[in-house]
């Protein structure tokens, strides 16, 4: 997570120039040297990978024996023109956009010091979430620049404020009664002329019911309301949630199916979530998978037994009558790529001809990083067959990695870039997760939004935090017995709000939601 303190904005740029122009550590008597020569941008130091520069540029330049005359300062191609205070140089620039980029060149006696792209930090953004601590009432703030303590502060009046660092504030009202709303409007003052991206409103009354959260973030998601596919696994809160949003669906995915040895074809999609897609007239598309643990069974099944599995499925799928299927083959060996593409292309031909869809699961990639779960599939030969492809977008972090999102938006981004190149937007389906993951001593575990949320509050100390290039809020706790510290990510309504804004802004087919059951109940609306 990005966490831009007053003091880290930008990197340090240190140069020693000597009177032959050249780079290096300067000797003291060199007759014409500047010393070390230091630049800092609005206080902090610049470097050439600098970003966030502060709205008002403002420059100051230290070094030995410097005037105005040795220094040469360009914006966007225009000078600047340098002045003194004290012993440094200084210059300003007129008040810039936020977020806006430009070109910037400094030299020194015809050296260049800095010659790059910089970028005036943008907007300011922040999270507030409102929960529990056995009978106090706690707010926990993050914010990407450092605010005004102050006005937060008073803006959250009769709490008990306190700062872990320039942008984290935590509330507690002991008292479990805070007032009726935190807000704080977007004349905020904020580091390096900055401001909130928009107005923050948390509603603080009624607190809510202990282990559940309140949560806001700044700015918000664009509305959207995509196509929503979502897959239902057998399970009574699985089943129950599909017949109370079935109305809100576009299709029901029931798992159930699966392709053994010999392409054999065994069970059954849950009759009950057939059944409420039935009754709420959307498509029912059950899930076919394989046991992707088993890679000689895999291997089998895309090369010897394809041909029976095709008949298999289609033969299924026209005794139950339900619209199509969600192919989900996975494990398959990077050596099976092209036998992967013409069994799905063999089984798109069949189910075609019978009258049915076929949906497609394939694991993404970032650009130019094909990986062992992703190597096998032929993505534009898949879904020039398919009716659309679904791209499982989660377990960016698992059991196997450092604690992380599960499917932060910036991941998603490059994987979808990484993915989708020459394919038409609207035969991609974004998958997104429900599940919530708790890494603890060295363990990672998967579980429902509710549960997962429920047992870190639970703890003692229990912080909400957020990471907002990932647009994932988290919770850091450290459980009693516990090693170290432990933490949970998690994606709620808002977050999930922001996915669905990126399947939207792509034109997507629409979203596959895995898996129902799990989710924030706030989804519904």
């Known amino acids: 997570m990005r966490r831009l303190l007053w003091t880290r904005v930008c990197a340090l740029v240190v140069l020693a120039l000597t009177a032959s122009g050249c780079g290096g550590i300067s000797t003291p008597g ?10 800092t941008a609005g206080g902090d130091p610049l470097d050439s990978v600098a970003q966030r520069l502060p709205a008002t540029l403002e420059l100051r330049v230290v070094g030995d024996n410097l005037s105005a005359g040795h220094l040469t300062t360009r914006l966007d191609g225009t000078g600047l023109a340098a002045g003194t205070d004290g012993s440094a140089l200084t210059v300003a620039s007129a008040a ?3 977020a806006s980029a430009h070109t910037l060149h400094i030299d020194i006696d015809d050296q260049v010091v800095f010659d790059g792209q910089v970028r005036v930090i943008g907007a300011t ?8 601590a056995g009978s106090s009432v706690v707010v926990d703030a993050v914010f990407d620049n450092g605010p005004d303590h102050t006005v937060v502060a008073t803006a959250l009046g009769g709490a008990v404020v306190t700062w872990s660092d320039a942008v984290h504030a935590r509330a507690v009202w002991a008292s479990g009664k805070p007032g009726a709303a935190f807000d704080l409007a977007t004349t905020l003052p904020v580091a390096h002329g900055s401001r909130l991206a928009a107005p923050l409103h948390l509603m603080l009354t009624p607190p809510p019911a202990p282990g559940t959260l309140r949560r806001v973030t700044i700015p918000a998601a664009s509305v959207a309301h995509p196509a929503l596919i979502a897959y239902a696994v057998s399970t009574a809160a699985s089943r129950g949630s599909v017949a109370a949003h079935a109305g809100q669906l576009t299709a029901v995915s029931p798992t159930g199916w699966r392709l053994g040895g010999g392409g054999v074809l065994a069970g059954a999609p ?10 709420a007239h959307i498509r029912a598309t059950p899930l076919v998978q ?3 643990s088993n890679a000689a069974t895999t291997h089998s099944l895309v090369t010897a037994h394809a041909s029976a599995a095709v008949a298999a499925v289609t033969a299924a799928v026209r005794a139950s009558g339900v619209d199509g299927i969600h192919l989900d083959i996975e494990g398959v060996a990077a050596d099976d790529r092209d036998a992967l593409t013409a069994f799905v292309t063999a089984m798109a031909s069949s189910l075609h001809g019978a009258g049915a869809t076929l949906d497609v699961d394939v694991v993404p990639h970032k650009p130019g990083h094909l990986n062992l779960y992703s190597a096998a599939y032929d993505v534009p030969a898949i879904a020039a067959v398919a009716d659309h492809i679904v791209v499982m977008a ?3 972090h698992t059991s196997l990695t450092e604690p992380g999102p599960v499917a932060g938006l910036d991941w998603d981004m490059e994987a979808l870039d990484g993915t989708l190149t020459g394919i038409d937007p609207s035969h991609v389906i974004l998958g997104v997760p429900l599940y919530s993951r708790t890494w603890r001593d060295g363990n990672a575990v998967a579980d429902s939004y509710a549960e997962t949320v429920s047992r870190a509050l639970a703890v003692t100390g229990a912080t909400v935090d957020y990471d907002f290039a990932a647009a994932t809020p988290l919770i850091r706790f450290t459980p009693a017995g516990a090693t170290g510290p432990a933490s949970c990510y998690f994606d709620d309504a808002q977050s999930l709000g922001e996915k669905f804004a990126l399947a939207a802004s792509r034109r997507f087919a629409g979203v596959a939601l895995w898996r129902l059951g799990f989710e924030d109940p706030a989804l519904w609306g």
Not at 30 to 39: A, D, E, K, Y
Not at 125 to 132: L, P, S
Not at 270 to 279: F, K, L, N, P
């Open 30 to 39: 060199v007759p014409g040297s500047h010393g070390i020569v230091v630049v």
């Open 96 to 98: 810039l956009d936020l």
């Open 125 to 132: 953004r922040v999270m507030a979430a409102e929960h529990r």
């Open 270 to 279: 849950d009759s009950a979530e057939v059944a409420s897609a039935r009754g």
């Open 290 to 292: 394989n046991d992707a």
């Open 394 to 396: 989660y377990d960016q």
